[in-house]
């Protein structure tokens, strides 16, 4: 079992890949782990969280996690 409380680029790599299988985002490619910054570490976390938490996703809940998730990258 993974230890997403540990902030490692490992974990963020996982907590993005996870977060774009479940939304089945169309423009994945474009969120590769290596445009997150590891100061947002616990916003990815919250993130992954509500992601993982779910089954299925509205389109507008996937419009929202998706423009989070687009804030969230570096600039």
Do not use: C
């Not at 997403?4 to 969120?31: G, Q, S, W, Y």
């Not at 998706?66 to 804030?71: A, D, K, M, R, T």
Request: hydrophobic share 40%; glycine share 2%.
């Amino acid at each position: 079992m993974r230890n997403l409380n540990e902030p490692t680029h490992e974990n963020v790599e996982f907590m993005i890949d996870t977060i774009k299988t479940k939304l089945r985002m169309a423009t994945a490619a474009a969120m590769q782990a290596s445009n997150f910054n590891m100061d947002k570490y616990e916003d990815i976390k919250d993130l992954y969280d509500i992601v993982a938490g779910k089954d299925k996703f509205s389109i507008s809940e996937v419009e929202a996690l998706v423009s989070e998730l687009g804030q969230l990258r570096n600039k």
